[in-house]
């Protein structure tokens, strides 16, 4: 069974500039993660899909960062523009249903904002 | 809001000895208790889970305990070997709450 898998695996870009970050689930997981991971610190979730609808984005700076999985398969969060406190590893995980079950990860993007 | 926390940033064990990782949780409601392991430039990935209903639950060399008066969980290895050397998360959930994660432990086993 294929994991979940991101794109790009590394990303360096100047502040105030945009960037986007792609995830693909397990196949079959309905509910997709998106968390963000500063040096030092455990993962704190931006944002959660059940199928193509959000569940929770109450951590999400809507002001900057934006998420969507149109087809309730893949999905893409941007940040625009990028602030220098958004270098972190930003991580995707699917599961097959919210709340209580094993939340699988992809290998993270690792972004660096100069 | 630091509702998890592993208070212990490193941990150092010899090999074949036990290592016991901690995490400790405020919110009552957390009924879902998970480690997860990360190497390097990897994701977390799932170890052992515990619902709140029990308060053991084994895995090969991996034994998770949870006391909820304490609120309090641990993770035992035994024997440690270098391969698990690695950070843990402890995460928790339950509730209304999403899964809340630790700042890990950086677990190093030494030949």
């Known amino acids: 069974e294929a994991g979940v898998a991101q794109s790009p695996r590394y990303k360096i870009i100047e502040k105030r500039q945009s960037v986007a970050f792609w995830c693909n689930p397990i196949s079959g997981h309905a509910t997709l993660y998106w968390y963000q991971q500063i040096l030092g610190q455990g993962p704190k979730l931006l944002i959660q899909f059940q199928n193509n609808g959000v569940v929770d984005d109450s951590q999400l700076p809507k002001d900057r960062f934006s998420a969507e999985r149109l087809k309730g398969v893949d999905s893409t969060l941007k940040i625009q523009p990028a602030k220098l406190e958004d270098s972190a590893v930003y991580l995707c995980?699917?599961?097959?249903?919210?709340?209580?079950?094993?939340?699988?990860f992809g290998p993270g993007t690792r972004l660096t904002v100069l | 809001d630091q509702q998890v926390k592993q208070n212990s940033p490193s941990l150092s064990v010899q090999e074949g000895r036990i290592s016991i990782l901690n995490c400790d949780y405020t919110n009552s409601m957390f009924d879902y208790f998970l480690w997860y392991k990360k190497y390097p430039a990897e994701g977390p990935t799932f170890l052992i889970s515990?619902?709140?209903?029990?308060d053991k639950n084994e895995d090969g060399r991996f034994t998770v305990f949870l006391n909820k008066s304490a609120k309090h969980l641990s993770l035992h290895i035994v024997p440690s070997q270098p391969g698990d050397s690695a950070v843990y998360f402890c995460?928790?959930?339950?509730?209304?709450?999403?899964?809340?994660f630790g700042a890990g432990t950086r677990l190093t086993v030494k030949p």
């Open positions: 515990i619902s709140s209903i029990k």
């Open positions: 995980a699917s599961s097959l249903h919210p709340s209580t079950d094993t939340q699988y």
């Open positions: 995460a928790a959930s339950g509730g209304d709450n999403d899964m809340r």
